[in-house]
């Protein structure tokens, strides 16, 4: 099975701030990754597919870059609304296989 | 806009099946893929398979033996039989379209929460 190691695992920051969640591939997986947000009791929502493709109707301070086995996640200027977790799922092996999560809290 | 809805019993016997189903409006089921993903409460997500609409499977190995999908297109629904289950299946199941270009599943249903315990 493919690896996605996520990192980090939580991450405490404020309202303005630029994060970067990262997701590292145990083998190569060409930009066969989307990243996912989700809040309590809800189902994960698309955010980024094919590393760095936008999902419609998502804000343009989340962007997804990478490719190979190295992936970024940022958020140039979190809002309140964005405290949630993130995964990121690669699709390249099979089994299609999910990061851990980052939960990212105030 | 498509809206997904997972359906089943919310409690399943110990080394019984696991049978759920998620009807699909506002869209057909062609052209995708459709996935189920689990979540066992509290943790991550683990991909389980999907089903192509014209019923060609893939199944996360390490579920593959006791896994199957079918594919209604006549009711637009998509069902997930999951056999000998045990606590371990605890989880919340969710269907999500997967399209066949990106192959990232989106939208999800809400999930449905499948308890097992006798």
């Known amino acids: 099975d493919i690896q996605m190691t996520q990192s980090p695992s939580s991450l405490s920051a404020s309202v303005g701030d630029r994060v970067t969640i990262t997701c590292r591939a145990s083998?190569?997986?060409?930009?066969?990754l989307g990243w996912y947000q989700q809040k309590p009791g809800k189902a994960p929502k698309r955010l980024i597919y094919?590393?760095?493709k936008l999902q419609s109707g998502v804000p343009s301070r989340f962007s997804g870059s990478g490719s190979g086995t190295e992936f970024t996640l940022t958020i140039s200027s979190l809002q309140p609304e964005d405290f949630a977790t993130y995964y990121c799922?690669?699709?390249?092996?099979?089994?299609?296989?999910f990061g851990q999560g980052t939960k990212l809290e105030i | 806009q498509v809206q997904l809805q997972e359906s089943g019993p919310g409690l399943v016997k110990p080394a019984e099946t696991l049978s759920l189903t998620c009807t699909v409006s506002?869209?057909?089921?062609?052209?995708?893929?459709w996935s189920w993903i689990r979540q066992p409460p509290g943790k991550g997500l683990e991909w389980i398979g999907y089903?192509?609409?014209?019923?060609?499977?893939k199944y996360n190995p390490s579920l593959q033996s006791r896994v199957t999908m079918s594919v209604d297109t006549s009711k637009n629904q998509i069902s997930l039989w999951l056999n000998s289950v045990t606590a371990a299946d605890t989880a919340v199941y969710y269907c999500?379209?997967?399209?066949?270009?990106?192959?990232?599943?989106?939208?999800w249903g809400q999930g449905i929460l499948v308890s097992v315990s006798s």
């Open positions: 506002g869209d057909s089921i062609s052209p995708y893929y």
């Open positions: 799922l690669q699709h390249n092996g099979n089994p299609y296989t």
């Open positions: 999500a379209r997967t399209p066949i270009v990106s192959i990232v599943p989106d939208p």
């Open positions: 089903i192509t609409y014209t019923g060609t499977t």
């Open positions: 094919a590393a760095s």
């Open positions: 083998q190569a997986i060409r930009n066969d």
